[in-house]
């Protein structure tokens, strides 16, 4: 009898963990503090929306390439993938979010801050600026966020062929080895998939001995057969994955360090070079 009752006391325990450990591991949105949004400063640099973005990637508009990338999949059976590179706080991946609740979107950020610093901060992000309440976002499913340092050649953790757009603004200038960071994003692109990217300054691309600018280096790109142009504005680029082996003609001009970890301020800074092979 006695022994009945261990294991019968026994039991109810094991479960009740069970249940315990269920209620951890599927945390709801009542467990993030809704009232912080109110208190956070954010960086106005920073803080950009869909309509700054769209200025900047003229003549194509975010909304109108992700829809159409999205009926395109929707059609074959597939599921439709977006990634931004340094999402700062989150903003335009919820605004995108608030328009495709059916896409899956992906965000990276090099490290944590005091405003973003786990998935639930897109939360507070949404309410900050307006553009979910607090009903909607009981529903809703998260955009996913890695915290990857990619300044050096760092590899981006998702399997290949996995997007259709990746995009980033003002970020490739804080990244020293930027086109092993496009060779990357070509790796995790599907074929015809496209990327953009604003502020690309400072790359010094060689070519026999000379430093060409980016309009020249890029036409020297397409030559090669590498579909790459700048845009409306002369800082902003676009290019597109033609098939999976495609990668850039680019060797390094400085070679990746081995040890990363600690390396001296002046020497992180963006002054890359590369030779076009």
Known sequence: MALRNFLLITSILIVGFCVL????????V?????????????????????????K??????????????????????????????GIGNGRVLMELKKRFPDIEFYGINKEKTHT?????SFILTALKFGIFNKEEIDQLELPYVVFQDLDFGG?????????????????????????????EILRVLKPEGLSLHTNLEG??????GLVLELRDALGELRKKGFDIKTLDNPT????????????????????????TSNIPLELRRPEMGYNLI
């Open 116 to 120: 973003f610093y786990r998935r639930d």
């Open 30 to 54: 009542e467990t993030v503090h809704m009232e912080q949004y109110k208190n956070l400063q954010y960086n106005e640099d920073r803080s950009h929306s869909i309509t700054e973005l769209d």
């Open 21 to 28: 450990l269920y209620f951890q591991t599927n945390v709801d």
């Open 236 to 259: 902003t680029i676009r290019f597109r994955k033609k098939n999976l082996r495609t990668e850039f003609p680019l060797g390094p001009h400085q070679p990746i360090p081995e040890n």
């Open 155 to 183: 590899k981006i953790p998702y399997d290949d062929a996995k997007f259709d757009l990746i995009y980033s603004q003002n970020t490739i200038p804080h990244i020293k080895y930027k086109f092993e960071l496009f060779s």
């Open 203 to 208: 790359v010094n691309i060689y070519s026999k």
């Open 56 to 85: 900047l990637i003229g003549p194509y508009n975010l909304e109108t390439m992700i829809q159409e990338i999205f009926e395109r999949n929707r059609l074959a059976g597939e599921k439709t993938r977006i990634m931004e590179i």
